[in-house]
């Protein structure tokens, strides 16, 4: 009977080991950016995988609206897609840098650069 309470323990404790869901943190979820960037030849399946749920999201929720770029993501959308909803974080910074840059440099064709950059994405990826 101690046998079997031993191993129902580990068991259980196996269990919840392999169903914990990662705990993400603005600093993490950089690092994890980082890496799906710069080493997109070497990614695992996962990694992957993992990116293309990143990237499907960003491309159906960045649009352009009045010359500005605009996310219409939400922190759920992202983990919802099993991602860290600090993407959503990143993302937001992101735009607001782009659209200070699209400002400072006086461009007009915002739309045509969105399109042209997610087909160059669609290309390269």
């Given at each position: 009977?101690?046998?079997?309470?031993?191993?129902?323990?580990?068991?259980?404790l196996?269990?919840?080991?392999?169903?914990?869901?990662q705990?993400?943190?603005?600093?993490?979820?950089?690092t994890?950016?980082?890496?799906?960037?710069?080493?997109?030849n070497?990614?695992?399946?996962?990694?992957?995988a993992?990116?293309?749920?990143?990237?499907?999201?960003?491309?159906?929720?960045?649009?352009?609206?009045?010359?500005?770029?605009?996310?219409?993501?939400?922190?759920?959308?992202?983990?919802?897609?099993?991602?860290?909803?600090?993407?959503?974080?990143?993302?937001?910074?992101?735009?607001?840098?782009?659209?200070?840059?699209?400002?400072?440099?006086q461009?007009?064709?915002?739309d045509?650069?969105?399109?042209?950059?997610?087909?160059?994405?669609?290309?390269?990826?």
């Amino acid at each position: 009977m101690k046998h079997l309470f031993y191993l129902l323990f580990i068991l259980s404790l196996m269990f919840s080991c392999s169903h914990k869901q990662q705990e993400y943190t603005l600093e993490s979820t950089r690092t994890e950016l980082k890496e799906l960037i710069e080493n997109r030849n070497s990614l695992t399946t996962a990694q992957k995988a993992k990116k293309e749920r990143l990237m499907g999201l960003v491309m159906e929720k960045v649009t352009v609206e009045d010359g500005k770029v605009k996310n219409l993501s939400r922190p759920e959308d992202f983990s919802e897609q099993d991602l860290s909803s600090f993407y959503h974080d990143i993302l937001e910074e992101s735009v607001v840098d782009l659209n200070r840059w699209i400002e400072e440099e006086q461009i007009s064709n915002v739309d045509s650069l969105l399109s042209e950059a997610m087909r160059f994405y669609l290309l390269h990826q």
